[in-house]
């Protein structure tokens, strides 16, 4: 007989989603992972409640952010690099995170077709993230997402972007290790440059290396990596046929070895909550203080204001703006 779900505890009184057993979920089981990771796409009581019902589980999984241009071939390569993980007997989490299309989305489907070597695998959970009518923004579903594959014993958590805007990049700040995944031919030289995604990369690789531009390719992304004076790996692959595979996840296990320590969950959600709250604080200032903002900056003409005077002060009314809106602290 299933046991009923446990009641969380908690000031609240909220309990956990109905059918969610914790200890089912720490020990890895598919069908309270997939409950768990629904329950935390949504911030309502039940998935504060799975927090708090995880939040003594989390910390061991090593997370790595795939990025790069649609089309560099990043699903084909998570696929290739699950098999190598795999054989290197780890258990992979994949998060595969759609920017732009809706939840029935062609994108979503295909990264499902691709990565569906794995279908038959327990010690591999893949789940595709859409990016609408996320609470709280699609970072910090994403980071919610990875705490619950991390609870579920997921030993790497793999986040698949597409790296062409500001949403992405935040996502890619979520990984302890950032692999930028360029591909000859995608019309510009290297388009990830132009995302302005190249620099948050710790790995460079050049997929589609059957590509017979993709040694010039490597060449380019090698002499960008140098500059900047931050060395980091340029690696070629060819995810298709499961070529310098090997390599990467080498590299990123000498990565991963040599960080001092990752990223921690409070870590991640401290980074989302800083873009946040400057996401919050700037809507407040284009919404609703665009006039004292004004009167602001006449006192300033005039000579009777600095800037950093005015500066706090409109901090102060936003602070004031923001308690008047919500009163409880919500
Ligand atoms: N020739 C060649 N084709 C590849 C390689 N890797 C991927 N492809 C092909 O490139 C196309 C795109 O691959 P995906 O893995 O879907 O690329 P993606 O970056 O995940 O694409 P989005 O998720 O849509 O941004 C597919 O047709 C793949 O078969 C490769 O190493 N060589
Ligand atoms: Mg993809």
């Given at each position: 007989m299933a046991q009923p779900p446990k009641e969380a505890a908690s000031a609240t009184g909220a309990e956990l989603p109905a059918g969610l057993d914790p200890e089912r979920l720490f020990s890895g089981d598919r069908v309270a992972l997939a409950r768990a990771l629904t329950a935390?796409?949504?911030?309502?009581?039940?998935?504060?409640?799975l927090a708090r019902a995880i939040a003594g589980h989390l910390g061991n999984a090593l997370v790595l952010g795939f990025t790069g241009a649609p089309g560099a071939g990043k699903s084909t390569l998570v696929n290739a690099c699950i098999g190598e993980l795999r054989r290197r007997g780890r258990s992979v989490g994949v998060l595969a995170v759609d920017p732009s299309s809706?939840?029935?989305?062609?994108?979503?489907?295909?990264?499902r077709i691709r990565m569906s070597d794995h279908g038959g695998d327990e010690g591999v959970f893949i789940r595709s993230v859409a990016s609408r009518g996320h609470l709280g923004g699609l970072s910090a579903t994403t980071s919610r997402l990875i705490d619950v594959m991390d609870a579920a014993g997921k030993d790497v958590v793999i986040v698949e972007t597409v790296g062409t805007g500001q949403s992405e990049v935040e996502i890619a700040d979520l990984a302890?290790?950032?692999?930028?995944?360029?591909?000859?031919g995608l019309g510009d030289d290297i388009q990830a440059l132009k995302a302005g995604i190249l620099e948050i990369g710790d790995i460079l690789v050049v997929n589609k290396g059957d590509r017979p531009?993709?040694?010039?390719?490597?060449?380019?992304?090698?002499?960008?990596?140098?500059?900047?004076?931050?060395?980091?790996?340029?690696?070629?692959?060819?995810?298709?046929?499961?070529?310098?595979?090997?390599?990467?996840?080498?590299?990123?296990?000498?990565?991963?070895?040599?960080?001092?320590?990752?990223?921690?969950?409070?870590?991640?959600?401290?980074?989302?909550?800083?873009?946040?709250?400057?996401?919050?604080?700037?809507?407040?200032?284009?919404?609703?203080l665009s006039e004292e903002i004004e009167t602001l900056a006449r006192e300033i003409t005039a000579g009777r204001s600095g800037f950093a005077d005015a500066a706090k002060t409109v901090i102060r009314k936003a602070a004031e703006r923001l308690r008047a809106e919500s009163p409880h602290g919500k």
């Open positions: 935390a796409e949504n911030e309502t009581p039940a998935g504060l409640a809706p939840v029935t989305g062609g994108a979503i489907l295909g990264d302890d290790i950032r692999i930028i995944v360029n591909a000859p531009e993709a040694g010039e390719c490597a060449r380019q992304l090698s002499a960008m990596a140098a500059m900047g004076g931050r060395e980091r790996p340029v690696i070629v692959t060819t995810a298709t046929t499961g070529e310098g595979v090997d390599k990467l996840v080498d590299a990123i296990g000498e990565l991963a070895a040599k960080m001092h320590r990752r990223l921690s969950p409070a870590g991640r959600a401290a980074r989302i909550l800083r873009l946040d709250a400057q996401r919050r604080f700037r809507d407040l200032l284009n919404r609703s």
